[in-house]
């Protein structure tokens, strides 16, 4: 019985010995080395893991910006959680208040959660003030002005000035065409615009499929089915399905 005893006690003491060495190695990592594994995750797209490491993070370093703002980033891939991203955000201007960027993903977050296109471009109006050559929250506040009640002229307006500080931005390009196109049908002006767009990206399916809405409109049936085909080619559904609709093959 004597023996049987002493060997219990030394297997719970290995026991405790293992558990207190893997506690070690965990919280040997630094709050740094905790964020890289989260990023990891991320891009592994294992958001629940990704989520448990930016935690880590923070415990270890609660005044880490940063973190938070990445935690954000995930909550809205993760099932669009736009209100825990929100909340993220704050946490990290409140930490780091001239955080152009967190502002920026925060308007995003907002024109995402029930359409609050009115607080989202405060953000990104903060964020330019930080940062006035932020091309990304200049094209993000077009989308915005663009979709809440459309006010296309100043979405025009916040997409030439993306393009001045990032001349390269066909995103922009794409989206100041379609702002052009739903302004009064202005498809010459939006043409142009999709063309640039093209030129910087060739392999741009969405260009090329606004494009074809462009050409339509103009009545150019011909070059607008043309579009839709290169767009499907390039992999973009709706223009497969449009197509397939219309009997036509690509």
């Known amino acids: 019985?004597?023996?049987?005893?002493?060997?219990?006690?030394a297997k719970l003491m290995i026991i405790s010995l293992i558990l207190c060495f893997c506690a070690f190695n965990a919280n040997s990592q630094t709050a740094e080395e905790w964020l890289l594994n989260g990023i990891t995750a991320f891009k592994n797209g294992d958001y629940q893991k990704a989520v448990e490491c930016y935690e880590k993070a923070i415990y270890l370093k609660p005044d880490y910006a940063?973190?938070?703002?990445?935690?954000?980033i995930?909550?809205?891939?993760w099932n669009g959680q736009?209100?825990?991203?929100?909340?993220?955000?704050?946490?990290?201007?409140?930490?780091?208040?001239?955080?152009?960027?967190?502002?920026?993903?925060?308007?995003?977050?907002?024109?995402?959660?029930?359409?609050?296109y009115e607080k989202a471009i405060e953000c990104y109006e903060k964020a330019i003030k930080l940062k006035p050559d932020f091309a990304n929250a200049y094209r993000n506040m077009g989308n915005a002005y663009s979709d809440w009640k459309g006010q296309h002229k100043k979405a025009i307006e916040c997409y030439k000035k993306a393009i001045k500080y990032e001349p390269d931005d066909a995103v922009a390009?794409?989206?100041?065409?379609?702002?052009?196109?739903d302004w009064n049908g202005q498809y010459e002006k939006a043409i142009e615009c999709f063309e640039k767009a093209?030129?910087?990206?060739?392999?741009?399916?969405?260009?090329?499929?606004?494009?074809?809405?462009?050409?339509?409109?103009?009545?150019?049936?011909r070059q607008g089915i043309s579009c839709?085909?290169?767009?499907?080619?390039?992999?973009d559904e709706g223009a497969k399905q449009w197509l397939k609709e219309k009997g036509y093959s690509w």
């Open 173 to 181: 390009y794409c989206f100041m065409g379609t702002a052009y196109a």
């Open 66 to 72: 940063e973190a938070y703002f990445v935690t954000g």
């Open 1 to 9: 019985m004597k023996i049987k005893s002493t060997f219990s006690s």
């Open 198 to 221: 093209i030129y910087l990206k060739p392999d741009f399916a969405l260009a090329y499929w606004f494009m074809g809405f462009s050409y339509y409109g103009n009545g150019d049936e």
């Open 82 to 116: 736009y209100e825990k991203a929100i909340e993220c955000y704050e946490k990290a201007i409140k930490l780091k208040p001239d955080y152009a960027e967190a502002y920026n993903n925060m308007g995003m977050a907002y024109g995402s959660l029930y359409w609050q």
């Open 74 to 77: 995930t909550y809205t891939v």
């Open 228 to 235: 839709f085909k290169k767009a499907a080619k390039l992999g």
